[in-house]
């Protein structure tokens, strides 16, 4: 009887700490899901801002008056705010930080990459068109209006 007992006392530790694990297992794969939903949806807000800038880009290439690279600059400057608002959103909602990390996750650092190479492109086209209308005071005051906004960011 003595040996029964303790075989079924056994058995029903053994039960039990199964049952931990599993639930820990589980509790871990559920964690890993959330992360890898909040990774897929970091990755298409980086392609999507990554595809505003080279719109941006495209449109200062294109631009002949100081008024086309105010406006384009304004249009990025809103998709920008928009980004900012939905990785916040995603943030709060996943629980998975992102934003002031010092190292961004491994599976994002390619697209922050062709983020930062198009914002790079950019800028050197934006410098360019600042310095053909860098004299007109219309121009200068709108771009210190976006400029700000921009800082706000």
Same mark, same amino acid.
């Given at each position: 009887m003595k040996k029964f007992q303790f075989l079924s006392r056994l058995a029903l530790a053994t039960l039990v700490v199964a049952g931990a694990a599993a639930?820990?297992?589980a509790k871990?794969?559920?964690k890993a899901e959330r992360r890898?939903?909040?990774?897929?949806e970091v990755k298409q807000l980086l392609g999507? $801002?990554?595809a505003e800038t080279n719109k941006l880009n495209d449109a200062l290439v294109a631009a002949q008056k100081g008024k086309?690279?105010?406006q384009a600059l304004d249009a990025w400057a809103n998709a920008l705010d928009g980004f900012k608002k939905k990785a916040k959103a995603l943030e709060s909602k996943k629980g998975f930080k992102f $934003?002031?990390?010092k190292e961004p996750p491994e599976e994002i650092k390619p697209d922050l990459e062709a983020f930062m190479n198009s914002v790079q492109a950019m800028s050197e086209n934006l410098q360019a068109k600042v310095e053909l209308?860098?004299?007109?005071p219309k121009f200068?005051?709108?771009?210190q209006q976006v400029l700000a906004k921009l800082k706000d960011l």
């Open positions: 639930f820990a297992d871990a794969d559920a890898a939903a909040a990774i897929a999507d $801002l990554t086309e690279v105010v $934003l002031k990390k209308f860098k004299e007109n200068q005051k709108r771009m």
